[in-house]
């Protein structure tokens, strides 16, 4: 398949779906907004033979999975996490045989595809929400959580505080009020029916058997209210969520599921459920992603050091899932009220730039366009434990755009090269993008053409950093452990094959890794204790400068390593001579 405009790309011999049921332990995943991916028929929006025409590119970089934001029938009132029909595709992206085909085309190149499933609420356009304001008493009269007055379940929070002054919505038509926990165009489902348990499992399988690899469990804390509680990770939710897995298990074998779970770590872990009742393959670790960001501004580890202290281990079944930034704002929600002050004196000094709970900007501009802290923050994501997901753009540091409303500041089409719209469509009006292009000045011009004709860029940049994670599968499955530091910039860890105190084999399979990164903007010597592989000695596999010569682990089992500025290390240990 040829990509119009992006030049020099080599081939990528990967021959369709390894047979690898732990697939996503070393995957790494990359969220493609699909209306602004890329748009094959010039309507200004982009499409599913869109994306599939840039599958190339992403085999290139060295994705190993695609997750595709909700594609469903929708009013986009919520950027399509509003459906309005759980079983059509809506036409602007395409067709369902055009779904099919890029899940076939994706599979031809080893990637797999995750698609959104959003299981609260629906749309309030949604047919089973007008027969349930029209008939309360037909088959659909149960559907959602209706009431005669607004008091109940006081105690949940309001999420969208921007828009929302309260989870309940007075409907006209049934003359009764409705619950919902996000916009009030998205009622909540009623999962004490049993028959929405039943159609939501068929709505499941429906997509299931169109041969996706997996499902991201949108807002999955909220599925169950009652009364005197929060309404949020209730175990009746977690029973719902339980029989999901248990029905996937069942008919679709080796389906993933990954959780949306934006909550406390103590309280995401129970979305893996346990070995004798598994719920999701993954979970999105929320808490550690704005300590990355904080402690870079703190010019110390520890935030993130505390967070991964607090994370409790997680059954032999599960993997947390990793990331930066995705298409919502980057939440400040699990983070202390001081700590979510100094993050929006950071990096939202102006109003513009906060939305909800949370800062609606691009990774790049986050970090000031540096390329050092961008290099860190993809280093430390790539290897604290978890499969990390990318966001499409960021990996040519795309801007954003603050004067669109909402998140739409940084869903943006995607810049491809210098064509028309940035070779994001062809032949669209500008005026008839989904959203318009980014203008600002030291942004506008970036795109994926430009990025691959220039070797030093950030994009070929994270091509080499995936490719080394491909080839040091400890990163995705091996054992974490934090390792203490004599200098609290310094993010000291060991990713494992062998539990410490095991043999550091020379071979891949029982390979361990030290990984250093030094979060503050200056040198530093930090020394790091590593007991049980005294006297071992290391190989650099990444670092931020290749100069210095890899240090060896003393017989009292320390390291003395000097990081620059912002940067990083990976060492492969081995047996040192004599061991
Ligand atoms: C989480 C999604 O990521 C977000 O974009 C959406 O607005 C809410 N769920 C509500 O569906």
Partial sequence: ?????????????????????????????????????????????????????????????????????????????????????????????????????????????????????????TSDAHPWFQASRRDPDGPYGDFYVWADDDSSYADA????????????AFDELRGQYYWHRFFSH???????????????????????????????????????????????????????????????????????????????????????????????????????????????????????????????????????GTFLRNHDE??????????????????????????????????????????????LAHVLLLSLPGSPCLYYGDEIGMGENIWLPDRDAVRTPMQWDHSANMGFSACADPAELTLPLISAVDYAERC???????????????????RVRREHPVLGRGDFHLRPASDAAVLAHTRADTPPGGDASETNDGETLLCLANLANRPCEAVVEVPELAGCSTHTVLAADSATASPAIDARGRLTAALPAHGYRWLRVSPGEGL
């Avoid at 992206?93 to 899940?103: E, I, N, Q, S």
């Avoid at 102006?350 to 802290?373: C, F, K, T, W, Y």
């Avoid at 994926?448 to 995936?466: N, Q, T, W």
């Fill in 448 to 466: 994926v053409a430009d990025a691959l004709e220039e070797p030093e860029s950030l994009l070929h940049f994270l091509k080499d950093v995936l």
């Fill in 186 to 320: 998205q009622p909540d489902l009623n999962y004490d029916n049993p028959e929405v348990v039943d159609a939501v499992h068929e709505v499941v399988r429906f997509w299931a058997r169109t041969g996706v690899d997996g499902f991201r469990l949108d807002a999955i804390p909220y599925l169950v209210e009652r009364e005197g509680t929060n309404c949020e990770n209730l175990p009746g939710t977690h029973h719902l969520i339980a029989g999901l897995r248990e029905m996937l298990d069942r008919e679709f074998p080796g389906t993933i599921t990954i959780a949306e779970a934006n909550q406390w770590p103590q309280d995401v872990v129970a979305y893996f459920g346990t070995p004798q009742a598994p719920e999701c393959t993954m979970c999105f670790h929320f808490p550690v992603m704005p300590r990355i960001f904080s402690s870079l501004r703190e010019g110390e580890a520890t935030a993130i050091r505390e967070v991964l202290q607090a994370t409790p281990p997680i059954p032999p079944h599960g993997q947390w």
């Fill in 1 to 121: 398949m040829s990509v119009p405009g992006v030049p020099n790309l080599p081939a990528q011999p990967r021959p369709g779906l390894r047979p690898d049921p732990d697939w996503f332990r070393t995957a790494v995943f990359y969220e493609a907004l699909l209306r602004s991916f890329a748009d094959s028929n010039g309507d200004g929006v982009g499409d599913f033979r869109g994306l599939a025409s840039r599958l190339d590119y992403l085999a290139w970089l060295g994705v190993d999975a695609i997750w595709i934001p909700p594609f469903y029938p929708s009013p986009m009132r919520d950027g399509g996490y509003d459906i309005a029909d759980y079983t059509g595709v809506d036409p602007r992206y395409g067709t369902m045989d055009d779904f099919r085909a890029l899940v076939t085309q994706a599979h031809e190149r080893g990637i797999r595809v995750v698609i959104d499933m959003v299981l609260n609420h």
């Fill in 330 to 375: 980057l939440t400040l929600e699990m983070v202390t009220e001081a700590e979510r002050e100094r993050m929006y004196h950071w990096y939202a000094p102006q109003a513009r730039m906060r939305a909800n709970v949370g800062i609606r900007r691009r990774l790049a501009p986050l970090l000031g366009d540096s390329r050092a802290e961008l290099e």
């Fill in 157 to 168: 929070r309001i999420i969208f505080v921007d828009t929302e002054r309260s989870n309940w």
